[in-house]
């Protein structure tokens, strides 16, 4: 059994209450890793065609890795994945917090969840032993509430615990599972899926430290990450993510009312430095994290927002804010609030509420659809509201809580070419026209549009200032934004392949990548937790071999090339501001080609020779 | 400019007398490396289709690389190339010894020769000055002759000699270039474009040092390899290459009789054991190398054989001996040192005289062509003189100096099936029988039959005992020789890569890879020297860049996926003997495909999207 894993995966059938634990090989570890590499194993094992996302025969799996709990900044992330009750698809989501280095503590690299339970239930794990226990008094319970609960009746308040909260118990196609309260698996719905297995909670406890291969190796390297941060992390440190605010701004990279602009007025009152300066409480980190990005917001009026929620971070300031086109830092922190209390991915909720807003200033909602709420850009106490509405599934809000796309079949009228998604998840806030490299991810990510997925190379190089992973790959100039060549494809395509290795090992991007870790470092990390004679050849192949899983995984959900698509709206330009320039139907179309020769899938689909030299034959054979 | 590098590059024009030093910039460094990447941009730039090999048009160039003259073992190499006489297409062979060190310390990264000279001249290289000097004199002369002669005139015993001999000056189509009287550039037939330019040799003399990014990086990883060599260099240090003679003879793997069998009764007398025991007079390492692994062996009689010239490898011990039905190891000795006096590779010189000994017992060859000599397998005094002849081209010596692809359409009578060569070139000592990943990368090698250009895997893991280097390009198990299914060829076209950037660092597949050195270490070596903060990615990029030039300058010339072919023989078992399979037509042209869509090759031709990767769109644009 390598280092740095338990080797023990715990299996969790809710239909009968029965747990066991599974073990793998060597073999298995080092193909599927973790984190994403075992949802894809997992989902394609076991999930065939057509299960329903919210029936009992999805599955439910929460994957750490081998860097996961690792005492090193970055590595304390695991991933949610389940067939995505939102795109049909892949879904899965990471996230940060304390969790999964609690789980890896507690004896498990994985949980894999079946069936359905006839009552809510929750999970506790403690130093290798789990059992189910009855939920029914937490059900309906916001967040805190629970975690507060859980922790009580189980006298240990070093228990964390991964949670759904009501809007995840009433299935929001994009709930998420929240937890540490402040971080969320976002993405794809993870908490819908979830909720639909009546499990309210999974509660951790370990005292177990993990094997490492060669400890001293590890401590050098995190020393390195606590003393070595470059700029780009210090202004993480001090801003957050929302340290890009005003820079995107400028470049016209900030999405605005429903990506209609890229830049708004008052962009100076959400960045992170307006944040610092006012309603930063606290600044938080991640397990063993020495960047401390995430914040923590107090706000007393006029709405009150409770710090132990956290603050809101880039995606959301921009999703709640700017492309709502509001600038109201306090009313986006309530937003936030209500987001992490009840358990909805921030990005979806906030596009659902612009798509909306855009809907009903051209007459497609109306104030009879609202409730009498003016649901225009710009409205701070009409978002608030919807996202209250959503979350508790309320009048418009039970509409919006499908999607954006489902929301927009249901409204009609054309309400489409508002409705901003790909592959039915709707885009997080990177602009495709100003990202293009990024844009073409999106369209090819197997959860849709998706920034944890794929990552621009060129956002990398500016705010690292560093060629240094980019010429490791072979490329040795910079190549601009909106360059979509073959080689800027091929590059996006290599880079998505570490971004999705991430994802497995599971850590996070912004250390690995922002912080300057880097492709040879972070193998080294991965050569001194377990021993492997790794290289950032084999890690790029774990990457792949993921992606590929994923891909796969689709095309067994009846997915096609046709999938890989792109909102109209980023083929014209914005009306007014600094970006000028929009994505091209030709060069997309070419660039995404391009990506697939480089994946060697032809017509979007895997060859049977790149499945079988990642070893995965058996993901179209079993099928 | 990065370290390890001169960052001088000097061209030699012989017709004009011109010499001129050109400088480029980091990034053509850091692309095209050196050795074989310096070769193919070369060749891609200033040799067009249609150039005569033997005529002025042609260039030969000599590249060391940034590893080249580093004191760690292994990096004692160059490469030396032009189009080659024997295949028509990219021809370049690498050499060890000491004069690639040389060379460097000398100022230089490379020469590129252009023109001809109107009567025999030399080069002679003093740090950062160059010459040409009159070679009238040494016209004819045998290697250790000319090199006594330039060291006295001169006036320094440390020069160093690269050289053709009398076989390059009369252009034996697979004429060497010789260094240090036993290093040799053997393949492709580089020592008779030597010939066909006038020039006789490069004296090199350089007390510059290298100016290296990480000193103590460097002896760090130089003493690792003194000190951690693991058994298969040990034995290469007891018994040279030659150490595989048993094994592989019982294996059904040693060349006998023209490929007709894969072992011989006597396998015992050409042993790298007996060679210790019998004739061996000293073990010679090249520059830096702990290793040892040249020989040195003394003969006085039935032969008399010159201790200076060095001793017989395992290719030359297969090629000269068992091929040729051959176990007497005094006779071989003095074939080795004629083809060493003269110039002549070992391998296709064998080659061709299996292949008369063939064409003699058949009936196609009599005495009458042979001078009365029968040419049988076995008779070792015939294959002596047929040495001799050959290198003089005298007799049918003149006809085999052709190689075997040409000789055979001169005997005619269907003499081609007895010619085994691919793209012209003879193979070497592997039986694609037995190694079949390799018989499938010598049949896409860019030079032809070629070990130095690809190796096979299970060779490697099986010698070395060590699966790291495999496990680090994603492939966790062992794969048999035999097996040519999809993830072995893709592990093959990688693996080859790995073998590419060794020809383009420059440095030795020995030391690197059996003495374990390995992906990782050397990516590591590679900082150190150049302070690049390179990657396995990154280096593995670079040989697939270099193999893409290689093929693209074949493709200019005319070659076409036809020319990836394998002999007929190679699909036929041994008539008897331990090995039991050949190669399958059918899984052959498969893996063959494989190979193809692997690098993205669709039939056999890089797509341009592969080159935009690559950065190298202009070697196809510029055409």
């Given at each position: 059994m390598p280092h740095g894993y338990n080797g023990k995966i715990l299996r969790v059938d809710l239909s009968s209450g029965k747990l066991t634990t599974e073990e793998f090989s060597e073999s298995f570890y080092r193909r599927y890793y973790g984190g994403e590499g075992f949802v894809g194993y997992f989902l394609l094992k076991e999930v065939p065609k057509g299960v329903d996302p919210l029936g009992p025969q999805n599955k439910l799996i929460f994957a750490a890795g081998?860097?996961?709990?690792?005492?090193?900044?970055?590595?304390g992330r695991h991933s949610v994945g389940a067939k995505s009750p939102l795109t049909g698809g892949y879904g899965e989501a990471d996230s940060g917090g304390y969790w999964a280095a609690e789980l890896k503590m507690a004896g498990f690299d994985a949980i894999v969840i079946e069936g359905k339970a006839t009552k809510p239930v929750y999970l506790f794990i403690k130093d290798g032993e789990a059992s189910l226990k009855d939920a029914g008094h937490l059900w309906g319970m916001k967040t805190l509430e629970c975690q507060n609960a859980i922790c009580e009746e189980l006298g240990d308040t070093r228990i964390k615990v991964a949670q759904i909260g009501p809007a995840g118990e009433k299935l929001v196609r994009f709930a998420s599972v929240m937890n540490d309260l402040d971080a969320a698996a976002g993405r794809t719905g993870m908490g819908a899926v979830m909720g639909s297995k009546n499990l309210k909670a999974i509660a951790c406890r370990g005292t177990q430290a993990l094997s490492l291969a060669d400890p001293a190796g590890v401590q050098e390297i995190a020393r390195w990450i606590r003393d070595n941060a470059p700029v780009s992390v210090k202004r993480m440190r001090d801003f957050g993510t929302a340290q890009i605010v005003d820079s995107l701004n400028g470049l016209g990279g900030l999405p605005t009312r429903n990506f209609q602009l890229g830049s708004i007025g008052d962009a100076d009152k959400i960045t992170g430095e307006t944040m610092a300066e006012t309603i930063l409480a606290k600044r938080r980190a991640c397990y063993a994290c020495p960047v401390q990005c995430k914040r923590e917001v107090k706000v007393d009026g006029p709405y009150t927002v409770d710090p132990q929620y956290g603050g809101p971070e880039y995606e959301t300031l921009a999703a709640l804010g700017s492309n709502c086109g509001i600038t109201d830092l306090k009313a986006i922190s309530k937003g936030n609030e209500i987001a992490n209390a009840y358990g909805v991915d921030t990005i979806s909720c906030g596009m659902a509420i612009a798509f909306a807003m855009e809907c009903f200033e051209n007459g497609l909602l109306t104030e009879q659809d609202t409730g009498g709420l003016a649901l225009r850009f710009g409205n701070a106490a009409a978002m608030v509201q919807m996202v209250e509405q959503i979350v508790r599934r309320e009048g418009l809000g039970d509409i919006l809580a499908e999607g954006v796309a489902r929301a927009a079949k249901k409204i009609g009228k054309g309400a489409e070419r508002y409705a901003l998604h790909i592959k039915g998840q709707e885009l997080p806030m990177h602009e495709p026209r100003l990202k293009q490299g990024m844009g073409v991810g999106y369209a090819i990510s197997p959860t849709g549009a998706d920034h944890c997925h794929n990552i621009h190379d060129t956002a990398y190089v500016s705010m690292t200032g560093s060629m240094e992973d980019i010429q490791a790959l072979g490329v040795l100039e910079p190549m601009p934004a909106d360059d979509l060549s073959a080689a800027k494809v091929q590059l996006v395509a290599h880079y998505a392949n570490w971004i999705h290795f991430l994802n497995c090992a599971v850590c996070c991007f912004f250390v690995m990548s922002l912080g300057r870790v880097g492709f040879e470092r972070t193998a080294r990390l991965v050569r001194a937790v377990t021993g492997w004679n790794t290289t950032v050849f084999e890690i790029l192949k774990v990457g792949e071999r993921a992606t590929n899983m994923a891909r796969v995984f689709n095309l067994s959900q009846g997915f096609t090339a046709r999938d890989d698509s792109m909102p109209l709206r980023f083929f014209t330009p914005h009306a007014s501001g600094p970006l000028k320039v929009a994505l091209d139907p030709e060069a997309f179309q070419k660039a995404r080609e391009m990506y697939y020769e480089t994946m060697r899938w032809p017509n979007g689909v895997p060859s049977p020779g790149k499945l079988g030299e990642l070893g995965i034959q058996w993901a179209v054979e079993d099928k």
């Open positions: 081998p860097l996961t709990g690792v005492p090193v900044g970055g590595c």
